[in-house]
């Protein structure tokens, strides 16, 4: 299986746009479109899919020199990504998925409210109705069997 192609008329419009009839305006892109889809008697949407094709099927060399916004000048290799810290927390997302899951709703609610919604153990009390106090020993609990399931896993 290869790259995906797409149909024959639409891989030619990138190249016949590079020969038009006459000189293009260029007020605005959805001119030069228009004007485009004139020259070449097509409709709009055609050659808009061309020219996003044409730009897809170009590709620059790692090792061309750029300058970046303020002058600094580097190559593709100095833009490339860097490693992903979240990564390395995949393993630790995937191991407290099914643990979570088997907490009750109270536990995991309030789970959700501390890290996700991001709450102190006070509004989350106020919130559910309790005392800050015994959020903070449900939360106690909710930790001790979440760890007691990651040891039994490790």
Same mark, same amino acid.
């Given at each position: 299986m290869g790259r995906p /192609?797409?149909?024959r008329r639409t891989r030619a419009l990138?190249?016949?746009?590079?020969r038009? /009839?006459?000189?293009?305006h260029p007020p605005g892109p959805r001119t030069i479109t228009a004007e485009l889809a004139t020259d070449l008697g097509e409709d709009n949407d055609r050659v808009r899919l061309g020219l996003e094709l044409g730009a897809a099927l170009r590709s620059d060399s790692l090792d061309a020199p750029t300058t *970046?916004?303020?002058g600094r000048r580097d190559t593709?290799?100095?833009r490339r990504g860097t490693r992903d810290p979240a990564l390395e927390l995949v393993v630790d997302r995937e191991t407290l /998925?099914?643990?979570?899951a088997e907490l009750d709703d109270r536990d995991r /609610?309030?789970?959700?409210?501390?890290?996700?919604?991001?709450?102190? &153990?006070? *509004?989350?009390? &106020?919130r559910l109705g309790m005392s800050q106090m015994h959020v903070s020993r449900l939360l106690n609990h909710a930790f001790t069997t979440l760890r007691t399931g990651i040891l039994a896993t490790t």
């Open positions: /192609r797409p149909p990138p190249t016949s746009r590079s038009p /009839r006459r000189p293009l *970046e916004p303020g593709g290799h100095d /998925r099914p643990l979570i /609610r309030i789970l959700m409210l501390r890290f996700w919604d991001d709450l102190t &153990q006070a *509004e989350i009390g &106020q």
